[in-house]
């Protein structure tokens, strides 16, 4: 282990002039990492007392000493695939591992590299494009991560460039208290598309606190899935920034299923006429888990469009916390914006809470939100034990059914047959009453 300041203990700074006094990098970028080191030191890590966090604990987090990892080396095997050709790029501690990514051709400009390399090649694409979205300076763990991060995923499609297969990314961290900060950043030039896949894994008890920025031109697609599958004592604490121009697409699939404490706020800023935005979250907690989600939709031309389906399954004494705003601005005329969350409870020592909200500055839109939470319908049960199946197998199914619904939201067959399987793993979980 190498003996640097800790990353949770005073002083801060000495922990960042350590860090900077062996990077080699463009100007632009040291600058937006000291800039970054600034506002965090201003800022302070969260606490309960401000209303984002008040019911996220954050104590067993800032009682550890992170630090920054050493190299690793991990087997092909502990790594996640697709049943596809895909163009895979894969990190160990936060840092690419060239033996077990493969990138395939790409089309005629179309640029899919890590971001420590496309930094040497292309430091033009990169500057203009990196901490671009509103939203990243109030975030503590993401200013962590923009003074912090060692490298990431960088696309770049130009305007009308398609990439069949899909970008498949794999994020995997050691324990021995590491910290790793992936950086992830896609601009989509107009009508451009592409499919992405990012996943987040690991082994013993590490911090992984990535950020990725989606920017979107004019009608351009993208079907992106971050699958969250980290280390039962891992924290993931992640930032999600989404940008569209008019007539764009974003389909965004989230998945939390691993981590002791793992949370995401996501924001997406519809900021082109007929802007569309798509989520669909799944999340599965149990034992002690605690999953927070924090969202926030923003409809700031008219004609826009978002779908927001988040489920989630608990049970133990598992937590989760889904805050949802939808914004609509003034000027955001024929608005059609929806929001639905629904947990089910698997024990009467899981808790689900829930805020789902709306503000709305226009008077000619179409907006909804709802939430519910409660247990497996004791109708639905008995009709299946009626029939001869055996109670735990008929409570499988029903929790099967609720979950599976989000999952079959996604168009990559491969990867939806894969987390449908896995999902069918996680249910062999028992079903208390207590």
């Known amino acids: ?156 499609l130009p305007r009308e460039t398609v990439v069949d297969a899909p970008i498949h990314v794999v994020f995997y961290a050691t324990g021995d208290d590491n910290a790793v900060h992936p950086r992830l950043v896609l601009v989509l030039e107009d009508h451009a598309q592409a499919t992405v896949v990012v996943e987040y894994r690991g082994a013993g008890r590490y911090l992984n606190a990535p950020v990725t920025e989606l920017q979107l031109g004019a009608g351009a697609v993208l079907d992106y899935h971050k699958i969250q599958e980290e280390s039962p004592q891992a924290f993931h604490l992640g930032g999600v920034r989404v940008q569209q121009d008019r007539d764009s697409q974003a389909n965004l699939h989230l998945l939390s299923i691993g981590g002791q404490l793992a949370r995401t706020d996501l924001q997406a800023l519809l900021d082109g006429e007929g802007a569309h935005c798509s989520l669909n979250s799944l999340t599965l907690v149990r034992d002690t888990q605690f999953s927070d989600t924090h969202v926030r939709i923003e409809h700031a031309q008219p004609h826009g469009a978002s779908e927001q389906i988040f489920k989630s399954v608990l049970d133990g004494k598992g937590q989760t916390v889904f805050d949802g705003m939808i914004h609509v601005r003034q000027h955001a005329q024929k608005t059609d914006a929806r929001q ?80 449908s399987r896995l999902l069918a793993e996680r249910l062999t979980l028992d079903i208390t009453e207590e």
């Open 340 to 419: 639905l969350n629904r947990n089910l409870l698997l024990s009467k020592q899981a808790h689900a809470n829930a805020n789902p909200r709306l503000e709305i500055l226009a008077d000619d839109v179409k907006c909804s939100h709802g939430s519910s939470t409660g247990f497996l319908d004791p109708d639905a049960e008995f009709y299946l034990r009626a029939r001869g199946i055996p109670t735990d197998q008929a409570r499988a199914l029903l929790v099967h059914a609720f979950a599976n619904d989000s999952l079959n939201q996604i168009r990559l067959t491969p990867l939806r047959e894969r987390l």
């Open 1 to 156: 282990m190498t003996n640097v300041a800790p990353l949770f203990s005073d002083p801060y700074r000495q922990r960042f002039a350590e860090f900077m006094a062996n990077r080699h990098e463009p100007d632009a970028i040291a600058r937006s990492r000291r800039m970054a080191f600034d506002c965090f030191e201003a800022l302070g890590l969260p606490t309960r007392q401000q209303e984002a966090w008040r019911l996220t604990e954050l104590n067993a987090l800032q009682a550890i000493a992170f630090r920054q990892p050493a190299n690793a080396a991990i087997d092909a095997q502990a790594l996640p695939a697709l049943d596809t050709p895909t163009h895979r790029l894969a990190f160990v501690n936060g840092r690419f591992a060239p033996g077990l990514s493969r990138l395939r051709e790409l089309p005629n400009q179309a640029l899919v590299a890590s971001l420590g390399q496309a930094l040497l090649t292309h430091p033009e694409r990169i500057e203009p494009a990196m901490n671009r979205l509103p939203g990243l300076e109030n975030h503590a763990f993401a200013l962590l991560n923009s003074a912090f991060w060692e490298d990431g995923v960088f696309v770049h």
